[in-house]
């Protein structure tokens, strides 16, 4: 089992920075590779990034990059979603997730999940 939980959510007014961070405990972290995903009122869950095992490889869903990132550090078995200018539109719950399958983009790549932190971009 891996135990996940997020933090960093919140109120941010639109073009200031965010950071969420995932803690994960349990099995071995370097075993899995890390993906964030945000689920919107009324709308599907969506990828937002995904991150290797190593971190050297990282995605960003086309709506995202260039203001977002994806990090981890392996030591602190903590992986990272850094927000850089929000847009009102980038509200929704954030959940990071923990998989060993192939595919970054799609949820059922991954074993693990958080229970989410609310991220609410204000304009």
């Known amino acids: 089992q891996v135990q996940l939980v997020e933090s960093g959510g919140g109120l941010v007014q639109a073009g200031n920075s965010l950071r969420l961070s995932c803690a994960a405990s349990?099995?071995?972290?370097?075993?899995?590779?890390m993906g964030w995903f945000r689920q919107a009122p009324g709308k599907e869950r969506e990828f937002v990034a995904g991150?290797?095992?190593?971190?050297?490889?990282?995605y960003l869903t086309d709506s995202v990059k260039g203001r977002f990132t994806s990090s981890r550090d392996n030591a602190r078995n903590t992986v990272y979603l850094q927000m850089n200018s929000p847009k009102p539109e980038d509200t929704a719950v954030y959940y990071c997730a923990a998989g060993r399958g192939q595919s970054f983009y799609t949820g059922s790549n991954y074993d693990y999940w958080g229970p989410g932190t609310q991220v609410t971009v204000s304009s």
């Open positions: 349990g099995r071995r972290f370097t075993d899995y590779s």
């Open positions: 991150i290797s095992r190593s971190g050297v490889s990282t």
